[in-house]
């Protein structure tokens, strides 16, 4: 089992409509939790963490956490073509806040 | 405040050859991280940073891979001999240890190729 698991897509959504982006990790103890936008070409940029379980907004996205289910999502409302890109999810394993570890990316691609 | 900074944005070279790739982290920040991507294995930590010093090359792939952070502000990572299977974009990343997520910010990326 992978240690993050996601979806690699591709993911496709009508512009206007809600993104959903899943990613599963195995260490029941992690802590700390991110999404990472890459454009293709470009390096991962920073858009979202999480650290306590339920919901986190910020603009048009929601990290959504499940400690429990070991599940984190990232939602994207009113997507736009703007948003197509990779969306990278990582996690610091239980006890290590240096190793952050990736998932492989969901590819979402957003229509007009 | 600029970013993660890497030189050179694009590295082609032939097998064999030495290959230095560069990196300069936000300025404050205290840990620096070396990644390499590629579309079969995905973002693939190769080593990391704590105040200058290494502290993890279990991910470096071998011995003709090695890094050197000689102060706060600059790091680098050095291939030699290279290999055409050492093509990929190689990120730097860096952050503050401390903050309240660890969270990391990247570069923009060398994209190394070797023929």
Known sequence: QKEVE???GPLSVPEGAIASLNCT????GSQSFFWYRQYSGKSPE???FIYSNGDKEDGRFTAQLNKASQYVSLLIRD???SDSATYLCAVYPR??????RFGAGTRLTVKP | ???VIQSPRHEVTEMGQEVTLRCKPISGHNSLFWYRQTMMRGLELLIYFNNNVPIDDSGMPEDRFSAKMPNASFSTLKIQPSEPRDS????CASRFLGSSYNEQFFGPGTRLTVL
């Open chain 2, 88 to 91: 990929a974009v190689y990120f």
């Open chain 1, 6 to 8: 996601q979806n690699s």
């Open chain 2, 1 to 3: 405040d600029a970013g």
């Open chain 1, 46 to 48: 920073l858009i979202m």
């Open chain 1, 25 to 28: 990790y195995s260490d029941r």
């Open chain 1, 79 to 81: 997507s736009q073509p």
């Open chain 1, 95 to 100: 006890g290590n806040n240096n190793d952050m």
